[in-house]
């Protein structure tokens, strides 16, 4: 992601199409909501989330140096933070409105797994939605 960190940054609209069609998520969904992304790789949709979807807060983590990325690329959004870390050992004790993460739990030695872990993030009557590449569901 960071050599290719412009690409989707350079074109909102493929992401907005992004987050409408694999994840099911509209302005209506973060704006102003404290919002979790799973695997923000070098942020498109943590831009969108707060610039176009005027979310409250996002967080972002991603386990990979593509945290880097997504720091150049959103370090103009005040209410945007990145965090490197490992979605089995998140490093939070608060809960989100809304939690999305797209392409990358099946990445993860346990796709299943990795759904429960990040589902715990979640607040009760929040909004959790995946996207996965195919079925790893086995």
Partial sequence: WNIYKNVKNSRPEMSIDEMKNYLGLLKKDIEDKF???????????????ANYYNAKEVIGIDLSRA??????NTRNCK???IIQADLFKLPF?????????????????DTKKAFYSISEYVKEGGLLSVWLYGYYWK
């Fill in 35 to 49: 919002v979790l992304e799973i695997g923000c790789g070098a942020g498109p949709y943590l831009d969108i989330c």
């Fill in 67 to 72: 945290v880097d990325a997504a720091y150049e």
């Fill in 79 to 81: 209410n945007v933070t």
């Fill in 93 to 109: 004790k608060v809960k989100f409105d809304v939690v999305y993460s797209l392409g990358v739990l099946h990445h993860t030695p």
